[in-house]
């Protein structure tokens, strides 16, 4: 009877799975790769009146950058995965001018979840860090608004997590081994 409820303890501890932490570092492509609209591992990737070209960013290595630069519309990253809890993405550009960057998360209705922001004074090259956390995000927009006209900003290491859910086979195990612990009861009553 014991051995039956450690089992049953190792089914229900065995249940969920570990959280996935995703990153995509742009690499993968060529510079001046247009990747609108195409899934890079589950994400699609889209920016409102121009194209997400892949360019050298300020630390040298490959980003995404809208373009034309003029527009002022953000990045979208949709997620085709469900339980994304986490996004964090790499703002930055090459210090021409002061920049407001942001990441906001939203739900599958457009419910506005969870918000992050930060300037980068005129004469920083380089790139900083947003992120932000909240439950069942289905997409974000992200990017920069300049001050002076120039309002792009690249973006580099995206990452999101996925939580950590319940698998269904640790259930169906906890299942037997309380159906076995009801037989061995049944037959220990019978004798």
Do not use: C
């Amino acid at each position: 009877m014991k051995t039956l409820l450690l089992a049953a303890a190792m089914a229900v501890t065995g249940t969920i799975a570990s959280a996935t932490t995703v990153t995509i570092d742009f690499e993968q492509f060529n510079a001046f790769d247009n990747i609108d609209g195409q899934t890079v591992n589950d994400v699609v990737f889209s920016a409102r009146g121009n194209a997400v070209s892949i360019e050298t960013g300020p630390d040298g290595s490959l980003g995404i950058i809208g373009r034309p630069v003029t527009t002022e519309y953000p990045y979208r990253a949709d997620f085709s995965v469900l339980g994304v809890t986490n996004v964090s993405v790499d703002l930055g550009d090459f210090g021409a001018d002061e920049d407001r960057i942001f990441l906001l998360a939203f739900d599958s209705l457009g419910g506005l979840l969870s918000s992050a922001m930060e300037t980068i004074p005129r004469d920083v090259n380089g790139y900083r860090t947003l992120s932000l956390s909240a439950n069942n995000i289905s997409y974000v927009l992200f990017g920069g608004v300049g001050f002076e006209g120039n309002n792009s900003v690249y973006a580099d290491n995206f990452s999101y997590t996925i939580a950590a859910v319940p698998l269904p086979a640790g259930g169906l195990l906890l299942v037997g081994a309380l159906g076995a612990m009801a037989v061995a009861r049944r037959r220990r009553a019978a004798s």
